[in-house]
């Protein structure tokens, strides 16, 4: 079987970002992916500006530490002061402008005013309390990499200099199918005239979700009869119009089971076994269309081994296809265990887990591949490499949701 880091190695090395770029406005951008470095159109601050609500003062004039100064002008943010003459002194506001012959600003706290005049009860330093023009950022420099994806804070900063639009990578088109004749979906059939043996399709939910929550444009063709004939059909269509095709179940080798062969039909598929639990099966591909093809992956369909599979695999794949650039693997966090797992497992576990109120980890007490309840429950999962078992007081690695689902 692979291990989680060559499944991954093989993955990323496959993966081929898209190159049609959108100049959309910075205001649409959240959660886009930059698609050419951004350079800062002019200096922030653009000038010498103050920090503080005070007075604009010379240092040399508050050398004494109690030095009384005229208060000879009012210099209110997006305001320009007129040059400060020795021996008085500007009463200044956060944001505004120092004023030419200012080489310090007081904190108001620091100073006692009395009708137009100011007592300064300290010695400034030279430059106290002033940001200097371009210390953030310089006129022509980068602030931005290709590459990125873009949150509030790279948004924030694109609109500090000015940048009203931003050229991104278009949207990850990605088309969704769900294989199995026992599934019914939620509204179309009621609990109580659910057939033997049929569940309802959550991996649908859970999948959209996962997908939207990444941008990506989504084309459902629902749940497909358990034929090969259909699954082929459905791939053709499928891989048209779209970047990446994911599927649901049918990823066995069972008579049942057609997303095999019917890829293999219509194009490549490598069948893996993973030593990952849960969600040792995967299958990854691609399906040919006009001119080139279309990704396939397909996960299993036991309902937390989709989900868990999706995290560890489909989102950094996902992430590449976007145009991300550098790590795309989640950050770990070393955790304090609050629990016993005496019995290793062979396979890497990513076990559903969440934060106790004293800071160490609870894990859920049943960690199998359908129940769902764990992953509402849980904070995220651990990595619990294969072989390993666990005693209280073990750190362990811990991998949150938050990393996890964005």
Request: charged share 20%.
């Amino acid at each position: 079987m692979l291990t989680v880091r060559e499944a991954l190695e093989v993955l990323l090395a496959a993966a081929r970002p898209v190159t049609a770029i959108d100049t959309i406005p910075t205001l649409d951008a959240n959660g886009r992916v930059l698609a050419l470095d951004q350079l800062a159109t002019i200096d922030v601050p653009s000038a010498d500006n103050t920090q503080m609500d005070g007075y604009a003062v010379r240092a040399a004039d508050c050398a004494s530490g109690e030095a009384t100064l005229r208060v000879a002008q009012r210099i209110p943010a997006g305001h320009v002061g007129r040059p400060l003459e020795p021996g008085t002194a500007a009463r200044i506001f956060t944001g505004a402008l120092i004023p030419p012959g200012a080489d310090a600003v007081v904190m108001q706290e620091q100073c006692e005013a009395a009708g137009d005049s100011v007592t300064v009860r300290h010695t400034p330093a030279d430059g106290e309390w002033i940001r200097r023009k371009g210390e953030d950022i310089g006129a022509g420099s980068a602030i931005l990499r290709a590459g990125t994806r873009l949150r509030s804070q790279e948004l924030g900063l694109a609109a500090s200099v000015g940048l009203a639009t931003l050229p991104v990578h278009r949207r990850l088109r990605v088309a969704v199918f769900f294989t199995g004749d026992e599934l019914a979906m939620p509204g179309e059939v009621a609990a109580h005239d659910l057939p033997p043996g049929a569940i309802y399709n959550s991996n649908r939910f859970t999948l959209r979700a996962l997908l939207e929550s990444f941008g990506c444009e989504i084309t459902d063709f629902g749940i497909v009869p358990d034929t090969l004939a259909a699954t082929r059909a459905t791939l053709r269509d499928a891989a048209q119009a779209h970047d990446l095709i994911i599927t649901s179940g049918g990823v066995s080798v069972g008579e049942e089971d057609h997303i095999k062969p019917a890829v293999e039909a219509e194009g490549r598929l490598s069948m893996w076994q993973i030593a990952v639990k849960p969600g040792k099966p995967l299958a990854f591909g691609e399906v040919h269309r006009d001119g080139d093809n279309a990704f396939f992956i397909g996960l299993p369909g036991n309902p937390v081994s989709s989900f868990v599979t999706f995290l560890l695999f489909v989102r950094p794949f996902l992430l590449r296809l976007q145009g991300v650039r550098g790590p795309v693997e989640p950050r770990g966090y070393l955790v304090r265990a609050d629990f016993d797992l005496p019995k290793a497992d062979r396979r890497n576990e990513f076990l559903r887990a969440r934060i106790n109120a004293g800071g160490g980890l609870e894990l859920f007490a049943n960690q199998g591949s359908g129940v769902l309840t764990s992953t509402v429950w849980g904070d995220g999962l651990i990595d619990n490499p294969p072989g390993n078992a666990i005693a209280a007081g073990d750190l362990v690695r811990f991998i949150p949701f938050a990393e996890l689902q964005h």
